[in-house]
């Protein structure tokens, strides 16, 4: 244990210099684009020594070296700064604001290709070379290759137009959480924690195509990997070994899934910086208020600051995630040692 | 194992299908007609309509708030001394009874209802409208102008009694009480500084009971309000992230009315719905190419004309906008008084290539010694269509075979600079007018000392004469003249040359009643009814 200790302080003190090179280049990204957040926001009508007014206020008049080292000092004692439009808030308070919906819609994406893509890739696994391998190998590159706003449409027409089973935007119906107070942001959590069953049902309703459009789309890749790792494990000696010595088929395929399972982690861990990539085109696609749009309403504004902390809060998050999948390996495989 | 993978298989594609239906019938009713939908366990039945909008609302606080939708939001939950009378540009009193206007127009003094309250109960006097209108001076947001740049002071002579002291006479000051900016609001807003997430409100039909940013915005009537009770008790608004999916939400009915803005083939579309009503009005946005009068090429007057000539505005109606556009001849909105069709009676309708050919042959150019311009537009701004009308524009124009013209674009932050330096040529701008005055579609591109921001780099001390003057008029029958004349000057010399006018569009489901659109752009939700 003292070396996994040892690993995950590794680990996290190595995120530092992720986060650093990422914040360098946002910054000098940010700075090149044309344009800046007061020009954007005021618009055409403001008077030129207005705009110089509020520039000076946000400190965008000073030279860049001086903002890079206001920023990072910022960062460093956990200031994420103030938004730079609207009301100037405090881009740690704006990211609270989206997240909950984000994580909710990324938990339950991250579920359905998980499910997905284990079912599928399993079962291509075990009939390898037939025609339901090729059948789903098929699946898994059309749902690979299929476009998020696309497919969100298509369902949004499907089961909210035609059959009108589905409501096809948003996170609950409108006016239900009128006097209800959210404890964590995450409406289903939220509603079970308060007794609240309608909010629950309500925001799993919401949640179907959304989650349905994501994990599809993503579980593609497991499909693949499920698969390949499934034919690899169930040709190796002790699968044999098992089936000689008269175990179920179902026991036999435990003991193989298991064994698939690492590399299947590390992909679930590079997956949840792709599926809150893809929630940035599902929020779209679905009105869902969550950090995709939020962030990229913000790029529009030349919001620096916000782009900024949003981005460094994501590569914190990422970080933290991909730390946890490591550390899972331990937990999952007893042969890995840090 | 082969049967055993398929019963898993099929297990599993069972469970999914199950789960997934079994939440869709336990889903309730759509939003019907009737009140609420889904009734919480914890707010009682009420009647409610739910719109749905693209828009957003960016700072509940009229200090800071410069943006159309906030605006609308704000005028549902405050009020001025002074608004438009719904369906007209006409102004009436707000929370003012009477006013009287003293020193040649100098000193407005209005005199307020009595008994005014905000929505939780707190009364509502003179020393709120001058806190309010002060604060906004005094945190000097982006709306700030609309009151600095005219009051040089504003006092409560009592409790009912407000007075104006303004830099000088303004002959559209009663508009200028219509705007936010001049709203009081409850005390709970900070004093100094700008409270964009303050719910408190003000005394309008309306109060906020829930706002959720970017989610939903909840309004129930104000128990308060000292007009007219409105006749749906919640309005919720609803934001959608693209105007595909909040048309869907409307054919589904998870909206009962689809708001700004939809786009133009789902407004054709949806006209041929049975179910549904699509409401159509003038709207005071309009489109326009200001034209560069200090660089070579456009700083000939006859260059500028041939330019004019060779539009053809219906063309790029239905072409570029669906017919959801209308033409437009002047810098002032047709609908409004003074507008006059100066570049119609002065052009001709549609593309007059002949006498743009011949005031270009007049200006030295052929066919062979073509005019080179450049046309700027901006991609995202002004939504999708902004390239297909400069292509359109480009067409028209060398359809006369004596102009070259190259497009190009700038992001709008960039696009702003190079407008301001007067780096532009030709470029595509669009406005949304502050107040609905003749004033504010003419001083801020044509007075000198006003249009810096178009980087046009147009002066006329004649024009600036008649714009001063016009201001300072008291009444609409003196003041036409002079916004006749600065129409007339505007066609002849074309520092800027008019496009497109806007319509307003509302879909709604069929038994929605009283949606009442005018050009101030306002929707009154206190005016909303379900029809029997």
Known sequence: ?338 | MAINMKALFIAAVVLIALGVVFFAVSKPPVTSPTPTTTPPTTTPAVSQIVIGVTDKVTDLDPSNAYDFFTWEVLNNVMEGLMRYKPGTTELMYGIAESHEVQEGGKVYVFHLKKDLKFADGTPCTAQDVVRSIKRVMEIQGDPSWLVTEFVEDVVAVDDYTVKFVLKKPVSYFLALLATPPYFPVHPDYKPDEIDSDQTAGGVGPYKIVKWVRDQELVLEANPYYHGEKPKIERVIIRFFKDATTLRLALERGEVDIAWRTLNPADIESLKGNPDLQVIEVPGAAIRYIIINVKMPGTDNKLVRQALAAAIDRADICKRVYLDTWEPLYSLIPKGMWSHKDVFLEKYGEGSNVELAKSLLQQAGYSEDNPLEVELWYTPTHYGDTEKDLAAVLKEQWEATGMIKVTIKSAEWTQYLEFTRKGALQLSLYGWYPDYIDPDDYTTPFLHSAANAWTGSGYANPEVDSLLDEAAVKETIEERTPYYEQVQEILAEEVPITPLIQGKLFVAAKKNVGGIVLDPTMLFRYWLLYWKE
């Open chain 1, 1 to 338: 244990m003292a070396a996994l200790r040892t690993y995950i302080i590794v680990r996290t003190l190595m995120t530092i210099p992720i986060v650093f090179t990422l914040l360098t280049i946002v910054f000098i990204i940010l700075r090149v684009m044309p344009g800046d957040p007061i020009t954007a926001m005021v618009g055409m009508k403001a008077p030129p020594e207005y705009i110089e007014r509020l520039k000076e206020e946000a400190g965008l008049n000073k030279p860049y070296h001086v903002q890079y080292m206001d920023y990072i000092l910022g960062i460093i004692r956990g200031d994420f700064g103030r938004s730079l439009i609207w009301g100037k808030r405090p881009v740690l308070a704006e990211i609270f604001d989206h997240l909950p919906a984000t994580i909710e819609l990324t938990i339950f994406g991250f579920i359905v290709s998980i499910i997905i893509g284990l079912i599928t890739g399993t079962v291509a696994g075990v009939k390898c070379y037939t025609k339901v391998d090729t059948t789903l190998r098929l699946y898994s590159i059309i749902a690979y290759a299929l476009f998020i706003p696309w497919l969100g449409m298509m369902f949004q027409l499907i089961f909210g137009v035609y059959l009108k089973i589905l409501p096809i935007g948003g996170r609950i119906d409108p006016g239900l959480t009128v006097g209800w107070n959210t404890v964590t942001g995450l409406y289903v959590l939220d509603g079970i924690i308060t007794g609240r069953y309608d909010i629950v049902l309500n925001a799993l309703q919401h949640l179907i195509l959304p989650s349905l459009t994501l994990g599809i789309v993503l579980s593609g890749a497991y499909t693949r990997l499920v698969r390949a790792n499934m034919i690899d494990v169930l040709s190796q000696d002790f699968i044999r070994a098992a089936r000689a010595r008269g175990l179920s088929e179902l026991k036999v395929l435990r003991h193989a899934l298991k064994n698939a399972f690492i590399p299947i982690l590390t992909m679930m861990g590079l997956q949840f910086a792709i599926l809150l990539t893809g929630a940035v085109l599902t929020e779209t696609t679905f009105s869902w208020p969550g950090m995709g749009t939020f962030l990229l309403e913000r790029i529009k504004y030349v919001d620096y600051t916000t782009i900024q902390g949003t981005i460094v809060f994501f590569a914190i998050f990422v970080s933290v995630v991909n730390l946890v999948v490591d550390i899972l390996y331990a937990l999952i495989d007893p042969r890995i040692r840090y």
